[in-house]
């Protein structure tokens, strides 16, 4: 497999069968065909693909996606802890955690690597892009999966802190268990009856503060329990309603954090705790 240039890995791309140059072009424009003859697309063994190279259907092929542009997130990644294991960055509001969709090169995987000249960085879980606070990248490909399988098995405590402007609030804690569904290219994602797979202990703090601690991680999951018992996240461009018109307002954050993680490090057994620096206005 190609390897990561500029901070940025390569695409990988499943093929309907055929000539692979013809394929692409088809499928993708002249740039895509032009990467084939220009060596720039290899096959899952690695092989260097040319204009007469043909595959079956299902195959995979790796290539280097042209950037799209960007505008950039004018805000540091603040470096809580490194080790040959792990980095744990404070990751700003508005930087998306790795690629995806028109999200490539303003992302928190792709600069850290840059910045850092860590080719195998990997992140251990993602924030939502709006979401600022603690986030914790794999140094090392060795120790890739077992870090990213505390978060799978629900092994870490997190908790974070939100502000909503809605008067009056919560009376006191509340937990809500319901089942959330995102679906690909629909902006917000929805509760649906079934059975629960979202959990979120929410605890009044005073002043429009409020202390989150899900025991799940669905996407969108803290915006939409906090919306859904009508204490919604102040300057949510999805929750209870879709505003998404606008440019992008560096100055209007989601009052959204992830204050703190903890958890039991799976490499020497010691209790591990990060803890933003950043705080609600």
Do not use: W
Not at 137 to 156: C, K, P, S
Not at 166 to 171: D, M, R, S
């Amino acid at each position: 497999m190609l390897p990561v240039r500029d901070g940025l890995g390569p695409a990988r791309l499943r093929l309907q069968g055929g000539n692979v140059s013809d394929e692409l072009g088809r499928r993708f424009g002249a740039q895509a065909r032009a990467k084939v003859l220009a060596g720039e697309v290899v096959d899952a063994r690695g092989v260097l693909l040319d204009a007469q190279s043909v595959l079956p259907a299902g195959a995979v092929v790796y290539l280097y996606r042209d950037l799209p542009d960007e505008v950039e997130v004018p805000f540091d990644i603040p470096i809580l802890h490194r080790d040959n294991n792990i980095l744990v960055v404070d990751k700003p509001h508005f930087l998306a955690t790795m690629p995806r969709g028109r999200h490539v090169a303003q992302t928190a995987l792709v600069r850290l690597r840059r910045e850092l000249d860590l080719p195998e960085l990997s992140p251990a879980h993602r924030l939502d892009r709006l979401t600022a606070g603690v986030l914790l990248f794999t140094v090392r490909r060795e120790v890739r999966g077992a870090y990213q399988t505390l978060f799978a098995r629900g092994e870490v405590t997190k908790t974070y802190l939100a502000r909503s402007s809605v008067t009056p609030g919560l009376a006191g804690p509340q937990v809500i268990s319901n089942r959330i569904v995102k679906r690909r290219g629909i902006l917000q994602a929805t509760v649906e009856p079934g059975e629960p797979n979202a959990e979120t202990l929410i605890e009044p703090l005073g002043e429009g503060s409020y202390r989150l601690t899900p025991r799940t991680g669905r996407t969108h999951q803290l915006r939409v329990h906090m919306a859904g018992l009508g204490v919604p996240i102040d300057n949510d461009p999805l929750y209870p309603c879709v505003d998404v018109d606008e440019p992008q307002n560096f100055s209007q954050p989601l009052m959204l954090i992830a204050q703190r993680l903890e958890f039991v490090d799976p490499t020497n057994g010691f209790l591990s705790r990060f803890v933003t620096c950043r705080a609600l206005p």
